[in-house]
């Protein structure tokens, strides 16, 4: 008979499976759940060798599925200075100078997670020189699609007079043609970037989509490999088995390849093709490459696989580059800033679902969400109706003609409850403000979950902190921010099915995990709280006892 390396019981398990949503006991052998049960179910499974887990009568759950990060980014970020809600000229130069008595010597300063209205006034050079100015010091905003310099770095950039770059894409200048400091998408920040100590290698999977030029040394890939097992190991601590990467270059996919033939990959990671647009259109179709290289058939490819493209059609609503369909409330004038004409756009989804392949696309404003989905059917039509399960991420605005399409046509709303605008704690400027009287049909998560659309939840880190508690909590506790406003808050089973089956369900993987089933892949969490008793106010402060992935314990508290 078939023993057990590891044995959890006295766990008030929820498993996500509707069959048996409910149970006392798991017991794993290899990397499989061998059985689900009562303890006394899983007891005759035990040997010398098994691991016992007394889960004290605390809530066990499928590991966590983290459906939308920046691994490699965030990973960085981690050593960096972190200014996540920080705000006040004092409070922030006194936070950069307890950084830099830490770490003196640096000769570039990187902060990140600083919000726009950080200083309550625009952000500028001259401000950011008043806290440093012996140094380059850049602020990379929470968003990741805004970052300030100092004087110092704007100088070593070359970028004082501004530079002609790619639409969408801006060095902002002053009247007499200087630069104010303000870098607007990755175009003009990379160059910034690029003096940090890394020279951005973390970010050339969102920003370029290409390798580093020239190629990495050994020195500098071993170094990206050790922050690569950092982000890894800190999302262990978290309670996550599986990352849905954002990002994507055949670099990464290299790095982790040989972390994973070296037995050192703690979390299955997925990587995409990220099309840019400054590609040719048919370059798309080098993610069907990437995915006969490293697709989910080959040995190894349940815990690193590639076999999606990644687009964004838009920016943000908080520098005006959303796609919207009709103009920003206080500027009429301005509907955002596509990244693809229409038909850019539908060519390269029609291509890249030629091949079978899954298409994620960023579409903040209701306009980029209206285009997204109206290629998604152009390239069903051409192609034929399949089980595509195209996403969208983020959707912080939907027209609502759009919600029932989402339905439809199949299309998964990959959603980032943390942003949201009713989440106590979060700032309502400026988003208020782009938004107007489109808020009922703004951070829409309920109202998609109610018309059939299916709801996978995650953080985007490093946009936002990757714990997937504070995401739970943020997901139970919003409010309606207007009298028109529709409730969007999740109850506690829809939260938890949002990171862990529907993340496996829109990595076509839902007959192998997200849910605790005998014969599924074990990957659990075993945490310190009984979720069913925790005040929705409090989830963020469950943590993880014991984190196992494909049958190894990763995290141990």
């Not at 004092?90 to 936070?95: H, L, N």
């Not at 605008?421 to 109202?447: C, F, M």
């Not at 605790?516 to 469950?542: C, H, R, S, Y």
Request: proline share 6%.
């Amino acid at each position: 008979m078939t023993s057990a390396d590891i044995l959890i019981t006295n766990a008030r398990v929820i498993t996500m499976d509707p069959a048996r949503p409910f149970a006392e006991a798991v017991a794993i052998g290899g990397n499989r759940i061998l059985r689900i049960g009562t303890r006394d179910d899983v007891l005759g499974l035990k040997a010398r060798h098994s691991k016992v887990i007394d889960a004290g009568m605390k809530t066990v759950m499928p590991g966590i599925i983290e459906g939308h990060v920046h691994l490699f980014g965030g990973a960085v970020e981690l050593d960096t200075l972190m200014l996540n809600g920080i705000e006040g000229f004092e409070a922030i130069a006194s936070k950069v100078a307890a950084y830099r008595k830490e770490r003196p010597g640096e000769r570039v300063l990187l902060a990140t997670g600083i919000s726009h209205n950080a200083f309550g006034e625009p952000m500028t050079r001259q401000i950011l020189d008043r806290i440093v100015n012996d140094i380059p010091f850049i602020a990379f905003c929470f968003d990741h699609h805004t970052m300030w310099a100092n004087t110092r770095a704007l100088e070593a950039a070359g970028i004082m007079q501004g530079r002609a770059l790619p639409t969408g894409n801006e060095i902002v200048l002053d009247e007499h043609g200087i630069a104010t400091g303000e870098l607007r998408e990755p175009a003009a920040y990379m160059l910034a970037q690029a003096l940090t100590p890394t020279g951005g290698r973390e970010w050339l999977g969102m920003t370029t989509g290409e390798n580093p030029v020239p190629p990495a040394t050994p020195e500098q890939r071993a170094l990206d490999m050790r922050y690569f097992k950092q982000g890894i190991a800190h999302a262990a601590s978290l309670g996550i088995t599986s990352m849905h990467n954002m990002d994507g270059n055949w670099y990464q996919l290299e790095l982790l390849e040989a972390l994973r033939e070296a037995g050192e990959l703690d979390c299955r990671v997925e990587i995409p093709f990220h099309h840019k647009n400054t590609f040719e259109n048919a370059r798309v179709e080098e993610a069907a490459e990437m995915r006969a290289r490293y697709g989910r058939h080959r040995p190894g490819g349940d815990m690193l696989h590639s076999d999606r493209v990644k687009i964004f059609i838009d920016g943000v609503l908080e520098t005006y580059t959303a796609l919207m369909l009709e103009g920003y409330p206080d500027q009429p004038e301005n509907m955002g800033a596509p990244l693809f004409t229409a038909e850019d756009f539908t060519e390269i989804i029609t291509r890249a679902d030629r091949h079978g392949l899954q298409i994620a696309t960023h579409a903040i404003g209701d306009g980029g969400v209206r285009r997204t989905l109206d290629a998604y059917e152009a390239a069903a039509r051409a192609n034929g109706r399949r089980d595509s399960r195209h996403r969208i991420e983020h959707i912080e605005m939907i027209d609502p003609a759009d919600i029932p399409r989402l339905r439809e046509l199949g299309v998964i709303a990959s959603l980032q409850p943390i942003a949201g605008v009713g989440v106590p704690g979060n700032p309502h400027e400026p988003i208020l403000s782009r938004v107007g009287d489109k808020l009922p049909w703004a951070y829409a998560w309920q109202t998609l979950r109610e018309t059939g659309a299916v709801i996978a939840f995650s953080s985007d880190w490093p946009v936002a902190p990757l714990s997937p508690f504070l995401g739970m909590q943020a997901a139970m506790t919003a409010v309606p921010m207007c009298a028109d406003c529709p409730p969007q808050a999740q109850s506690l089973m829809d939260t938890l099915h949002a990171f862990t089956a529907a993340g496996a369900y829109t990595e076509f993987m839902e007959h192998a995990k997200g849910t605790l089933k005998e014969g599924f892949l074990a990957d659990v969490v075993v945490l310190d709280a009984d979720m069913e008793q925790t005040p929705k106010n409090q989830i963020v402060n469950v943590r993880p006892q014991v984190t196992i992935c494909d049958g190894r314990v990763t995290f141990e508290a």
